[in-house]
């Protein structure tokens, strides 16, 4: 069985505990199986309170961190995070599961949501420049290190999207120096774009981000 299909098992069976566990939203709990924290773990994600999810994760790794299910609720929570949103955490969790269980059998699938968590936590361009630069490097360095990959046509999608983004921040900074006087501050981010793998040609500017939307 790979390493995909390991997972979805793993996360199907959290979620046959579901409803067979009680919420103790009032209660202290502590000195609980292991089984129990990763029930209420898949009774938290499935009720969409990802905080308690989060919370009994902290519970589960305090009390039992050798535990096997540790694996699955590590993935669980990152994919769950990646569903809501939360880029951010859904790369805390990957980033512990690299520590702890990346392999040579899962660290090529490991690697690529983490990118896919980085490109898709880009909300505004403006703000989010220097995530644009680590996940263009980070993209490229994946493609190096796993040339073969079932995830490379992916990759290079994100890679382009991101140089798309990066130009036309570029082309924003230096139409925005122009408007204001300074042209040779405009000359600047428009010397940056000469290198660029893409052209303008190549770009139809969305009315919207476009950052996610090979996810959709």
Known sequence: MNFKKSLLLGIAVAFLFVGCSKDDD????????????YQQI?????????????????????EHMRSPLMQTAMMMLAV?????????????????????FGGEKNREYIEYMKLK??????KDVYKDQKLIMDSINGAGTYLLRYPGS??????????????MAQYLLNENIAALYERTGK????????????????EM?????PEKGFIGKIFD
């Open 26 to 37: 009032d209660v202290a709990e502590f000195n609980k199986p292991a089984l129990y924290w």
């Open 42 to 62: 898949g009774n938290s994600i499935a009720a969409g309170n990802m905080d308690k999810a989060d919370a009994y994760y902290i519970s589960l790794k305090s």
């Open 80 to 100: 769950a995070h990646m569903d809501n949103e939360e880029y951010l955490l859904a790369g805390y969790y990957l980033d512990e599961y690299n520590k702890r």
């Open 117 to 122: 968590a980085a490109f898709l936590g880009i």
């Open 150 to 163: 079932t995830y490379t046509p992916l990759v290079k999608t994100i890679l382009v999207r991101l140089h």
């Open 183 to 198: 042209p040779e501050a405009a000359k600047i981010y428009r010397e940056k774009n000469k290198g660029s793998v893409v």
């Open 201 to 205: 040609a190549d770009i139809t500017p």
